[in-house]
């Protein structure tokens, strides 16, 4: 992998010199062939939609088995875009995990459908199809599995469970680009699947997003809705046939995109080594259920920890705090959304749901990203486990 954005060098030797340089939680890496593309691009004179969007859409469909792909601005923007061509609206219901994002129950209510949350696993994360099942009820319009940190769902069971109640799915696959699911890529199956390419992603386009679906007749909403409602006739005479919004991306993202797709399979695999390099280190001192699950397929986006506070007689903030004073940053990915204020104003609680406030409460994300190298992994690891309880 030719990456010219690297942090810390595999070369690096000196103990001390590694330690006195910070490490970010996150850091993309963008190549020098990426680089130069985006240049032509700027230098090109077209800058927004054009032709390497559509570039794009077409190496993300091929990649997919030849799904249905349109790109835009942000994952978010892609979810709420889905919902509304699925007919969400005012007194639906969608199902939602209470340990993910907020985009994710905030598209919803943004449409005045209500968002109904669901517990999830403790350490995978994920909501259980038996989860989203005992939240279904006669208004339930969709399903909207989380696949948590790139590890995959139990989408047997979520679309064994939609077909039962005749239910739409839409995968919140913003952490997933190139997880597999018994071997088969999330967004290459099921109904529609929304990636994310924010900066701190698998892959990005420093913002963007894409939409994976089978139903043609999405297509023709989604691409209503992305860009003003517009249609045109061949006369290029153009119509407003809904109130669309104005979620389109741009050749300069798309240009970025390409280049980090042709290394996402090598980003993946790389994810997947630095994450069992943690598990090996800190399995035998942490208990467990405050490790994140291994699985086939994860394409681990993050490596999430649970800190055990009580024992530490600390706060997280303080715990971080510490990690930043020996140069490491942490993330916390994420509160839980039950808590969260205006959640709490619709009468939510997040008691209701154990697991998700545990992990909100608890959680920290360690570094993890391809420029890594192992002994990245070993300054992170020694670090925490002189302050941990051992």
Not at 78 to 94: I, T
Not at 210 to 225: F, I, K, V
Request: aromatic letters at 6%; proline letters at 5%.
């Amino acid at each position: 992998m030719n990456s010219r954005v690297t942090l810390i060098t595999s070369s690096s030797a000196d103990g001390d010199a590694m330690s006195s340089t910070f490490l970010p939680f996150t850091r993309p890496s963008i190549d020098d062939e990426t680089i130069a593309d985006v240049v032509a691009v700027l230098k090109g004179g077209w800058i927004t939609t054009g032709p390497r969007v559509a570039a794009l859409e077409k190496a993300l469909s091929d990649y997919l088995g030849g799904r249905f792909v349109r790109s835009m601005t942000s994952a978010t923007g892609g979810m709420e875009m889905a919902l509304k061509a699925m007919g969400v609206g005012p007194g639906d219901e969608v199902v939602v995990p209470a340990m993910t994002f907020a985009a994710s129950a905030n598209v919803v209510e943004r449409l005045g459908a209500r968002a109904i949350f669901v517990d999830v696993e403790l350490r995978s994360r994920n909501a259980t199809p038996a989860a989203l099942a005992a939240a279904i009820t006669p208004r339930t319009k969709v399903l909207m599995p989380v696949h948590f940190s790139g590890l995959a769902v139990d989408m047997d069971g979520v679309l064994e469970l939609a077909t039962q109640h005749r239910l739409r799915v839409l995968e919140d696959a913003a952490h997933a680009i190139g997880t597999r699911y018994k071997g088969r890529l999330i967004g290459s199956f099921g109904d529609v699947a929304s990636f994310s390419f924010h900066a701190n992603k698998n892959m990005t386009c420093i913002e963007g997003g894409a939409l994976s679906y089978t139903d043609t007749a999405l297509t023709t909403p989604l691409e209503r809705e992305r860009f003003h409602g517009i249609a045109k006739d061949a006369a290029g005479n153009i119509d407003i046939e809904t109130a669309g919004g104005k979620f389109n991306l741009t050749d300069v993202a798309a240009a970025v995109g390409l280049g980090q797709l042709r290394h996402l399979e090598g980003f993946n695999r790389r994810r997947g080594e630095l994450a069992a390099r943690y598990e090996a280190r800190l399995s035998p001192y942490v208990e467990a259920d405050r490790l994140p699950q291994t699985g086939d397929g994860h394409s681990w986006h993050m490596y999430p920890l649970l800190l055990p506070l009580a024992e530490l007689g600390t706060t997280r903030d303080a715990f971080i705090a510490a990690m930043r004073e020996r140069n490491i940053g942490l993330g916390i990915h994420y509160p839980c959304l039950p808590a969260m204020s205006h959640y709490r104003s619709l009468g939510w609680n997040p008691a209701d749901f154990p697991n998700a406030a545990r992990i909100g409460a608890e959680t920290v994300t360690l570094p993890l990203f391809p420029a890594m190298a192992d002994h990245d992994v070993d300054r992170v690891c020694d670090a925490l486990l002189e302050l941990l309880p051992r």
